[in-house]
């Protein structure tokens, strides 16, 4: 035999070796798909090694989802699949465990929240970096020590003893926040925010129509709502911006040396209660009405000779902070305690 015949037979060997070994790699992955798959009504309880960090992306329609943590390398998913479930994917991409449950979305009420939906339990390391999406879905996490990113459009959040990092948005939806560490942004459209933060870095808070009741240590924060009241209990400021068009504001907090509050209503009452002997310049004014109630000193208001409006602006105890409050026709409202 030549050797042009034994290298030809060499190639053909191996061409029909690595072929064979494509095929069964490709029978494999088939396989793991099936495995991976579950169809509507289905009881699931499911398993996939990771790291002790895992990146876990959840994409969740409707239903509701309660994330535990562990202290195992692994993410396991546990409960029954809703009636009109038509895919439920559970895999690795690389260090990246993806979940993925789909509805029959040629329904007309697959978008309605209050079916029957997805009942799941998913268990994922302390240390993961959670991202979890939804259209009609609660979600309850405990006890992540690193980041958490939440979406929701018709569903409740509730995060507790989660650290590091926290993003938040609902469109329909209330967001209960219990011992929230690190960075924190929350936002809704309709509904209410609760929230217990500590940390030093900033912390946002949005809504349309909803209550912010917000508990924080972070020296720097910043709070927007439409037509909500606001309720903060803050301890030593740097920082504190209010934005607001008819809600109620009530805040009571430390302000530090050098620290600044910057608030703004068109017709919602504002009350501030600082710590006793607060060293702050005030420069309070009403535009088109309105009231100023100064409790911390004997200064008095000054309206102008003609036309509406009023203004507060005096020093106390040195002046080191700065305080700036203006509302269109709200009330005004500071004090010391």
Known sequence: MNINMKNT?????THMFNASIGAKLALATT???FATAAFAGEKVDKTIDTSSSPKVDIEH???????RVWDKPQVRVTGELGDQTEEFIFEKRGDVVVIHVEVERHSKSWYQKGRDGDDLIIYVPAASDLHYTAV??????????KAVDVEVVNGDVTLENIGERVE????NGDIVLKNVRGRLEAGT????????HEGSTPVSFTSVNGKLDIASSSPDLSVETVNGRIDLSLQDVDSLQINTVNGRTFAKLGLNANGSIKANSVGGAMEFVFQKGVSVQFDI???AGGNIVNN???EKAQKPKYGPGSWLRFIHNGGDANVDISTVHGRIEIDQK
């Open 9 to 13: 037979l060499s190639e053909t060997f």
């Open 31 to 33: 396989l793991l798909s």
């Open 61 to 67: 329609i409707d239903g509701k989802a309660d994330i």
């Open 136 to 145: 009609n879905a609660d979600i309850n996490a405990k006890g992540i020590t």
């Open 168 to 171: 938040v948005e609902s469109v």
């Open 189 to 196: 459209v309709n509904g209410d925010i609760e929230a217990t």
């Open 285 to 287: 004014e009403t535009h």
């Open 296 to 298: 911390i000193s004997d």
